[in-house]
């Protein structure tokens, strides 16, 4: 629930209402009608008053109405009588009103013409209605109520005429009129009168009968054309108008009423006043005090509720205890709500006070989320409402929740906030960063100052940076990176080479002045800092700003720093440093030397040609493995220099290889079969040379040896008649696995037996298919045309006569001649085609047709 209490100014009372803390947004806001009001109700008090879109009037119990703007402003004033005005009603156009008083006077007059209606009844007049069309419509109406309901209806003739709708049930208390339904409430309760059918199409009763109705009135309120609100005592129903069907007529009224709603409100709270607000209902209650209320500071408050009203109860939306002046001594009666149709605008009235609700807006809403410190959710809420509110900011809201988070000591997300707030205001950016230099947080704010096109000052970025570099050097260092361009280089740099002199190993600093450096363009500073520190952005500077020409005499440092990604760049950029350049600067380190040339001939075997040589040594002093490769691949090394180096060293394989490769295959055999040792090897490289004498002399080397006449005897038999080796093993010489042997000989021999007959019927079958195909070939037609010609006349074959005879003849070959031109006598020794013939062609070439 929401309290508001009246703040009294020192000149006159046009307070404001304040709410009372609580997590919950109020519904409404409040504000208490001023101006002329509040002059009007100093002198007098007020009895009623209706809504216009247009305007407000007022009645007093001092018998005046007086015509307000929706700011309280007087218009105009009447004097109707000097007692209480008891009702005032309009018509839907603003045009005319009603007014009725305690003393029995009713008038009806135009605002705006001299047209109207005066009548003195001997009894108070309580409510009076005008037909809505009052002033639109020629027949002329308006109802009154106090004993009974009259009908006032002025014809055509300019005169009235009075009727009685209803009497008998007690004074008439209040009378709503829509369209062509009027209803009334009395002491027993409610109707509604259909002026069309001229009948009276409802009662619906009152609940409460023990309350006096002229101390707890009825409310009536009409929310559409068919749905009326009505609110009595402690009791609310809503009432539905419907067509009854055709068929259920009879005698019976052709509409009816149906209770959708009806529900009763706590038992010490009575309806002052009801009105609609969308599916909703607002609700004003009067609360009457009783012994345990009587110690409660807000016992005697009067109350605006909303609830959501359900079939037989209601769910209350939200409670507002309101402060009127001079509540204390007001009952029921004496407070009414009216509300502006199509508008969410209601008007509590009270004898001494007049307070003005409508439903909050977003800049309310904002307004209540900056009461309550709720500054996140504010800025979020304009940040989405930027069109339509119109009293915030934000700009402005942004701010006041940045100093917000500053004072609650939240800098980091203060900061954050910042990028939201001021955007591309350079002038909020500097001030703000001032500001968190005062309270010492610049490190808070540096993470999100500009960086784009729209920057800062460099004296605020080098402020910044200076206070980093007195105790984070991580954090300066970072800072040096994103704020490239942001500063000035020089000021930064000569504050880090006066870090230095203090600590001149950090390499923090070293690598952040190399940066410097570099984004200065001075490179050769920067390379030296980063080979000093073996820095891993060396090859990274390097490549990006080219500086090869800066690297020449530092090649030997570079590899020392990373051998493989030095040779890689050095390889890739051979344009620029050539070979002769990197090999001479890498004399004095050789195991460098070697792993450049030995890259560089992997990736082109002939671009390092001139050093082939060289390379002999080098891989044999630091990459044997890889010798015996790169005589197989190189073109250019000088055999007889290999062979000598490999001798020296005692390689036998690379030996083997070069005596090979030099022509001395027998030499190179020796070598296998004393040195190594290998018979398979052996036997592996006579069969590379395919060379009877190499295996006559492998033989020879072997017949005194079992193991070696073993490895024979398993190999040798697809290259060499094995007749040969075996008559040559001496009688009674033990030999290894010798049954094996010979049979792997015996299977070979088979094998090679069975892959000639296999061979044989391949063949066979091939040449007996292509035969069949050939013979196939040789029985088909050749088309003869007009466009071949004889081979020999190289005339047309054929004659231009088609009933001339002749004769021709057609080769396999495609060769065609005249038979005449062939100069024979017998047409049967025609079995070659002479041209295939002279030119030994052989099959293919003979006769097809004569």
């Known amino acids: 629930m929401f309290v508001y209490e009246e703040v009294e100014s020192n000149e006159e009372s046009t307070d404001e209402s304040e709410e009372e803390e609580s997590e919950d947004e109020p519904k409404l806001k409040y504000e208490r009608l001023a101006n002329g009001v509040t002059t009007v109700l100093q002198n007098d008090a007020a009895s009623c008053m209706i809504v216009h879109d247009k305007f407000l009037a007022l009645g007093t119990h001092g018998g005046k109405v007086f015509l307000l703007d929706v700011q309280g402003n007087e218009i105009e004033k009447f004097e109707i009588s000097s007692v209480k005005i008891n009702q005032i009603s309009l018509d839907d156009g603003g045009d005319y009103i009603g007014v009725c008083c305690e003393d029995g006077k009713v008038q009806v007059f135009g605002l705006y013409s001299k047209e109207g209606f ?190 959501q009203p359900l079939s037989e109860s209601c769910e209350e939306i939200s409670s507002d205890a309101l402060t009127v002046r001079g509540f204390q001594g007001n009952e029921c009666r004496d407070y009414s709500l009216e509300h502006a149709e199509g508008e969410s605008h209601f008007y509590i009235i009270s004898p001494k006070d007049i307070v003005f609700a409508r439903e909050r807006d977003q800049d309310d809403h904002i307004d209540w989320l900056l009461d309550k410190k709720k500054y996140e959710e504010a800025l979020m809420a304009v940040e989405i409402s930027q069109k339509t509110v119109k009293r915030h900011k934000v700009k402005d809201i942004g701010l006041a929740f940045i100093n917000h988070l500053v004072e609650i000591g ?90 230095l002199r203090r600590d001149p190993q950090n390499k923090i600093l070293l690598t952040t002045l190399a940066e410097l450096y570099a984004y200065d363009q001075r490179y050769d500073k920067a390379l030296e800092i980063y080979l000093r520190l073996r820095h891993e952005n060396i090859f990274q500077l390097i490549h990006k700003h080219s500086l090869f020409d800066a690297i020449k005499d530092k090649i030997v440092l570079l590899m020392e720093f990373d051998k493989e990604k030095a040779v890689d760049m050095l390889l890739d950029n051979a344009d620029k440093i050539s070979i002769e350049k990197v090999v001479e600067s890498l004399e004095s380190r050789p195991e460098y030397q070697h792993l450049y040339l030995h890259k560089l001939f992997k990736m082109d075997h002939h ?70 040792q290998d018979v398979d090897k052996a036997i592996e490289f006579a069969k590379q040379q395919d060379d009877a004498e190499l295996w006559e002399d492998l033989i020879l080397y072997s017949i005194d040896k079992p193991p070696f006449i073993t490895g024979l005897l398993n190999n040798i038999g697809t290259h060499v008649d094995p007749i040969l080796l075996i008559r040559r093993i001496k009688e009674g010489m033990e030999i290894p696995n010798l049954r094996d042997s010979l049979v792997k000989i015996l299977q070979d021999y088979n094998l090679q037996i069975l892959l000639r007959e296999g061979c044989k019927k391949i063949i066979v079958s091939d040449c007996l298919t292509l035969l069949k195909k050939m013979h196939r070939t040789q029985r088909r037609g ?28 057609v080769f396999n070959c495609r060769h065609m001649f005249h038979l005449e031109c062939l100069r024979v006598d017998d047409e049967n020794i025609l079995q070659f085609c002479n041209i295939c013939n002279a030119k030994r062609r052989g099959p293919g070439s003979g006769v097809i047709e004569l």
């Not at 630091?622 to 001798?647: G, M, V, W």
């Not at 088309?783 to 010609?789: A, F, H, K, S, Y």
């Open 410 to 499: 939240e800098f980091d997300k203060a900061a954050r906030k910042c990028q939201t707030v001021f955007g591309k205001s350079m002038d909020l950016w500097e001030n703000e960063v001032l500001r968190f230099k005062e309270i010492g947080q610049l490190k808070a704010i540096s993470l999100y100052l500009p960086r784009g096109d729209q920057r800062l000052r460099p004296l605020i970025y080098e402020m910044i940076l200076h206070e980093f570099l007195k105790s984070d050097y991580e954090g300066f260092a970072t800072l040096i990176k994103h704020w490239q361009g942001m500063y000035n280089n020089k000021t930064v740099v000569q504050a880090v080479l006066d870090h």
């Open 118 to 307: 005066h009548e003195n009844m001997d009894y108070p007049v309580k409510v009076v209605a005008l037909h809505p069309h009052f002033g639109k419509s020629s027949i002329k109406q308006f109802v009154t109520g106090g004993n009974k309901l009259l009908l006032y209806e002025r014809n055509w003739l300019g005169r009235w005429k009075t009727a009685v709708l209803h009497e008998g049930e007690g004074p008439i208390s209040n009378i709503k009129w829509r369209d062509n339904l009027i209803a009334w409430s009395n002491s027993v309760g409610v109707k509604i009168y259909d002026t069309a059918t001229k009948q009276r199409i409802t009662s619906v009763p009152r609940d409460n009968t023990s309350l006096r109705s002229d101390m707890y009135p009825c409310r009536l309120c009409w929310k559409d054309s068919v749905t009326l609100i009505i609110g009595w005592g402690n009791s609310i129903k809503i009432c539905s108008v419907k067509e009854r069907h055709p068929n259920e007529l009879r005698d019976l009224p052709s509409r009816y009423v149906e209770i959708v709603s009806a529900f009763e409100t706590e038992q010490n709270m009575y309806i002052s006043g009801i009105a609609p607000l969308g599916d909703q209902l607002v609700i004003l209650h009067y609360v009457k005090e009783d012994l345990e209320q009587m110690e409660k500071q807000n016992h005697a408050r009067p109350r605006l509720d909303i609830v």
């Open 607 to 676: 671009k390092g040609k001139q050093y082939h040589e060289k390379q002999i040594s080098l891989y044999a002093e630091y990459d044997r493995s890889n010798l015996l490769p790169f005589l197989r691949d190189s073109t250019h090394c000088p055999l007889e220099k290999a062979l000598e180096i490999c001798q020296q060293r005692n390689f036998v394989e690379e030996t083997v290889f070069l005596l090979s490769r030099m022509g001395n295959s027998h030499q190179a055999l020796q070598m296998i079969m004393k040195e190594m």
């Open 782 to 809: 050749i088309r003869v045309g007009e466009e071949n010609i004889c081979e020999s006349c190289h005339n047309a074959l054929l004659p231009g006569d088609g009933a001339q005879s002749f004769k021709v003849v």
